[in-house]
């Protein structure tokens, strides 16, 4: 199957707070993509089982292998899946080329665009309305900061610069950017085809 019928797969990445879901709202709406932001399937396991325990990832892992796997083989357009990928962390590379997996096997696009921002913008970002709203855990705003700070601290969460150059990466700082120049940016440079209606803002 050639990537012209295979739904494409678009990761963004970037650290806490720094618009991953935003940005992936303002793509979906002006491509058809469908959005998989991680919170989904965080909030739906926090539900069960404390942060970080074993059941906790199980059912986090088994959620995204699940959609990605389904939509790779669906007649939809694609799937743009928000990470926080530490570049340190190679299990996270390996849990990349795992959702990645079922789009590569069948000839898809598998693109990638890095979202950078200052601190100090992500800590605002981090007490926005649209990311309580969608994000329940993050509604206690003192553990998200300390959240935000420890894993700042502990991984590195962008990637300075290490695949730039690559076809399939793009890499921008948002700090003074709207999700939605953003979202044109990554639809020009990757030459993703807007749904019927859309129009760029």
């Given at each position: ?184 940016r990554v639809i020009e ?13």
């Amino acid at each position: 199957m050639d990537d012209a019928a295979s739904p494409l797969l678009l990761f963004v990445v970037g650290p806490l707070a720094v618009g991953k879901m935003s940005v992936g709202q303002a793509i979906t709406e002006r491509t058809g993509l469908r959005l998989f932001h991680n919170h989904i399937s965080i909030d739906l396991a926090l539900r069960y089982f404390d942060y970080g325990t074993p059941a906790f990832h199980r059912i986090v892992g088994e959620i995204r292998r699940l959609v990605t796997e389904e939509v790779a083989a669906s007649d939809l357009p694609g799937l743009v899946f928000t990470f926080v990928w530490a570049f340190n962390a190679p299990e996270d590379q390996a849990l990349i080329d795992e959702y990645a997996k079922p789009f590569r096997e069948r000839g898809a696009r598998v693109l990638f665009v890095e979202l950078e921002a200052t601190q100090a913008e992500r800590l605002k970002r981090n007490e926005c309305v649209s990311r309580l709203a969608e994000k329940p855990s993050m509604r206690d705003l003192k553990a998200s900061r300390r959240r935000l700070l420890e894993a700042d601290a502990r991984y590195q969460l962008n990637s300075d610069g290490r695949f730039d150059g690559r076809q399939d990466y793009l890499r921008i700082n948002s700090t003074l950017l709207t999700p939605s120049q953003v979202a044109e940016r990554v639809i020009e440079h990757f030459d993703l085809p807007r749904s019927t209606g859309a129009n760029p803002t």
